[in-house]
């Protein structure tokens, strides 16, 4: 009886991680940049970014667009909205630098994550780019405050034009500090993606983009965990000890790793996924929760455990960098593969 009360429990604490959602428009037209005459007015959807772990699986492709790779990696640009330390921004910056393939002695790492994403094929069967890399930094001290609606968010990204270019096969994040409360944030959201309506300050240009936001001290249960436990965890339980000692920011890596790959994969929502369109499972949100071999509801499955820090995780990136990134739907094999 006891071990069954404690199942429950700890189904219970997982649950309240898996009511995390994100939410972006729902485009009902073909994505073409020399056709924008014919674009609705985006409007906001949620779909979950945690759930249960499910044996059975299958993201459809809608025959839409990619971000395919052309030869060129996959740019990335950050706008950093509100304060953040040196040392919290190199942890993003040096992820984004992980992107090249490492020697033999690195693996797992970032770049053997990101080789699984080349499994998914356009109706061409083009494929996504082979590398990412981070293309541009800005700052924003607090423009519109320490509250954000996410109606705050493309007019955020548009802003920031001023300071990267307008680019249509390039991805745009907006990262929220610790201290900026966002609507919906730890409700039931911790990331979305979306994409910009073409105007004058995008050269019309559909952009696409993404929020992620630092749930260090607001909800660090629900959006970095295995990191930090639910607030209604079991008794005893004891959170994952982070490999860059910050959940919070060790929290947005697997946040913006889950939103990297739905948006190279599902850009505007007409790509890979499963479920309603307005509410669609993607490459790793249909995987959340799971990050090794084994995984179970509450349990994030095989990690690597750094014999010194005692830090988990299953990615190496440069120097001596690890991150801990949400397993991906494969195509091939139609399950949620880990890192390996």
């Known amino acids: 009886m006891a071990q069954f009360l404690k199942a429950c429990v700890l189904m219970c604490a997982f649950l309240?991680?898996?009511?995390?959602?994100?939410?972006?428009?729902s485009p009902l037209f073909s994505i073409n940049d020399s056709e924008t005459t014919h674009i609705?007015?985006?409007?906001?959807?949620?779909?979950?970014?945690?759930?249960?772990?499910?044996?059975?699986?299958?993201?459809?492709?809608?025959s839409g667009p990619l971000l395919v790779g052309t030869g060129a990696p996959l740019n990335v640009y950050i706008l950093w909205y509100g304060t953040f330390s040196p040392t919290q921004k190199a942890i993003l910056t040096d992820f984004f630098a992980s992107f090249q393939q490492p020697g033999a002695q690195v693996h797992p790492s970032v770049a053997s994550w990101w080789k699984q994403t080349s499994a998914y094929k356009d109706s061409k069967n083009n494929i996504p780019p082979g590398l990412v890399t981070l293309a541009g930094q800005a700052e924003d001290n607090y423009s519109m405050g320490k509250s954000l609606k996410q109606a705050d968010f493309e007019p955020l990204v548009v802003n920031s034009l001023s300071s990267f270019p307008s680019d249509p096969a390039s991805i745009y994040f907006l990262l929220t500090a610790a201290d900026v409360k966002v609507e919906g944030f730890c409700m039931n959201t911790c990331a979305s993606h979306s994409?910009?309506?073409?105007?004058?300050?995008?050269?019309?240009?559909?952009?696409?983009?993404?929020?992620v936001g630092n749930s260090a001290t607001q909800c660090p249960g629900q959006c970095a965990w295995p990191y930090a436990l639910p607030q209604f965890g079991p008794n005893g339980a004891k959170a994952l000890v982070?490999?860059?000692?910050?959940?919070?920011?060790?929290?947005?890596?697997?946040?913006?790793a889950s939103m990297l790959a739905g948006m190279v994969t599902n850009p505007f929502n007409n790509g890979y996924y499963q479920g309603d369109a307005a509410a669609p499972l993607e490459a790793a949100t249909a995987c959340s929760g799971i990050y090794g071999d084994g995984a179970y509801a509450g349990n994030p499955g095989q990690l690597i455990q750094d014999p010194i820090s005692q830090a988990s995780y299953?990615?190496?990136?440069?120097?001596?960098?690890?991150?801990l990134l949400p397993a991906l739907w494969d195509p091939a094999t139609l399950t949620c593969k880990p890192v390996s």
């Open 242 to 256: 982070a490999p860059n000692a910050d959940a919070g920011m060790d929290g947005m890596v697997i946040n913006m």
């Open 40 to 62: 609705a007015e985006p409007v906001n959807t949620g779909r979950k970014l945690f759930k249960l772990v499910s044996n059975t699986l299958v993201l459809p492709y809608h």
């Open 314 to 323: 299953n990615a190496q990136g440069v120097g001596s960098r690890k991150y």
């Open 16 to 25: 309240a991680v898996a009511m995390v959602v994100d939410s972006r428009p």
């Open 195 to 211: 994409f910009t309506s073409p105007s004058p300050a995008s050269k019309n240009h559909i952009l696409p983009y993404s929020w």
